[in-house]
T-cell receptor, first 115, second 117 residues
């Protein structure tokens, strides 16, 4: 069964500093990988996704993530964090099973941005 | 594109009543939609997969008679929480799947906060 681990429950960074959120997955083949962001009381917004090809993926809002098969990781990065980036971030792995690709989510990382 | 809406955004009901939550894909057709439940400060738990024109597939431990799912059209899925009890209070989020190889992606609705008194 697939699984996702986000080791960091809570991270605090200063505005303008760089950011890296960790994500490790467990899956028998090449997975579909996603990062979503959730603001308080809101649904999830897709930041970026990886299916195949270039292992460095660019997303919205200046985020990027790198798929590293050898480390089973898909870490999210941003060179300069803005105060509006404060939110909950979820990494997810999808298994293309049958006609529906189920997603398994990590437990999330709460990002706090200090001014 | 790929906008998903949910209605209502917030509902408060008495114990024993039933509540219906709608999930709509506004600018695309979705043969598959998903329903999740999220407890405070926790991750999303998949409850069921809703397939247009067929029965929903429920995850282990989810009571199908309590959480009724209907996917009557390519843009609408509904979740009905029957005989709701306080332990059903939660944040319910739906997603709609855009399928097709490299575009196989789920887009999420804004969620519905259910409070059962």
């Amino acid at each position: 069964a697939q699984s996702v681990t986000q080791p960091d429950i809570h991270i605090t960074v200063s505005e303008g500093a760089s950011l890296e959120l960790r994500c490790n997955y467990s899956y028998g083949a090449t997975p579909y990988l996603f990062w979503y962001v959730q603001s308080p009381g809101q649904g999830l917004q897709l930041l970026l996704k990886y299916f195949s090809g270039d292992t460095l993926v660019q997303g919205i809002k200046g985020f990027e993530a790198e798929f590293k098969r050898s480390q089973s990781s898909f870490n999210l990065r941003k060179p300069s964090v803005h105060w509006s980036d404060a939110a909950e971030y979820f990494c997810a792995v999808g298994a293309p099973t049958g006609t529906a690709s189920k997603l398994t989510f990590g437990t999330g990382t709460r990002l706090q941005v200090t001014l | 594109g790929a906008v998903v809406s949910q209605h209502p955004s917030r509902v408060i009901c008495k114990s024993g009543t039933s509540v219906k939550i709608e999930c709509r894909s506004l600018d695309f057709q979705a043969t598959t939609m998903f329903w999740y439940r999220q407890f405070p400060k926790q991750s999303l738990m998949l409850m069921a997969t809703s397939n247009e024109g067929s029965k929903a597939t429920y995850e282990q431990g989810v009571e199908k008679d309590k959480f009724l799912i209907n996917h009557a059209s390519l843009t609408l899925s509904t979740l009905t929480v029957t005989s709701a009890h306080p332990e059903d209070s939660s944040f319910y989020i739906c997603s709609a799947r855009v399928s097709g190889g490299a575009t196989d992606t789920q887009y999420f609705g804004p969620g519905t906060r259910l409070t059962v008194l």
